[in-house]
T-cell receptor, first 113, second 112 residues
Framework: DAKTTQPPSMDCAEGRAANLPCNHS???????VYWYRQIHSQGPQYIIH???NNETNEMASLIITEDRKSSTLILPHATLRDTAVYYC??????????????FGQGTELSVKP | GAVVSQHPSWVICKSGTSVKIECRSLDFQATTMFWYRQFPKQSLMLMAT?????????EQGVEKDKFLINHASLTLSTLTVTSAHPEDSSFYICSASQHEAFFGQGTRLTVV
């Protein structure tokens, strides 16, 4: 699976959009971009994933560049409860090996009042 | 989304004893589950892949005789930490997947 690079930490004001970048320059054609987050002392929570098109769900939007070498997770209106470590993971999708994830260090997002 | 449940949420045990952690997929069948370990201020580290009806596959550096994994049914995998020592104290997390992975809430193990 391709390696990802994320900033170690970011701050965001409550109510503003949080934009979390991820570089994955060695991504292969059949690899998806997945985002998870981990709130302190809990298991990771799935947020969103995509292959090449931008994706949106009730939690977030995922913007993937045309060359697929980077992506941005957008939390449109961050709340204090969005404070967590956000992990960007690249892997081949659609198999029962989907739980085999290699976690990097992630981005620690702090949402401040 | 799918639900994966772990039990117990936390456990304290004495050095030398064994501890069993259960991981259940509540609303789907999982032929494969995964076990992770997380130390404070660090990321999750994959320990092993649990395969229903067959032996688990361990990552390099993980002692298979110390971390016993059993996946006896399509909804249950167990991790037993044998002869636990204080350095085994950690946060243990399981996952199972349909198309994306769902994680249990984690088990905080403290060995005293």
């Amino acid at each position: 699976d391709a390696k990802t690079t994320q900033p170690p930490s970011m701050d965001c004001a409550e109510g503003r959009a949080a934009n979390l970048p991820c570089n994955h320059s060695t991504i292969s054609g059949n690899e998806y971009v997945y985002w998870y987050r981990q709130i302190h002392s809990q298991g990771p929570q799935y947020i969103i994933h995509g292959l090449k098109n931008n994706e949106t769900n009730e939690m977030a939007s995922l913007i993937i560049t045309e060359d697929r070498k980077s992506s941005t997770l957008i939390l449109p209106h961050a709340t204090l409860r969005d404070t967590a470590v956000y992990y960007c993971i690249v892997r081949v999708g659609g198999s029962n090996q989907g739980g085999k994830l290699i976690f990097g260090q992630g981005t620690e997002l702090s949402v401040k009042p | 989304g799918a639900v994966v449940s772990q039990h117990p949420s936390w456990v304290i045990c004495k050095s030398g004893t064994s501890v069993k952690i259960e991981c259940r997929s509540l609303d789907f069948q999982a032929t494969t589950m995964f076990w992770y370990r997380q130390f404070p201020k660090q990321s999750l580290m994959l320990m092993a892949t649990s395969n229903e009806g067959s032996k688990a596959t361990y990552e390099q550096g993980v002692e298979k005789d110390k971390f016993l994994i059993n996946h006896a049914s399509l909804t249950l995998s167990t991790l037993t930490v044998t002869s636990a020592h204080p350095e085994d104290s950690s946060f243990y997390i399981c996952s199972a997947s349909q198309h994306e992975a769902f994680f249990g809430q984690g088990t905080r193990l403290t060995v005293v």
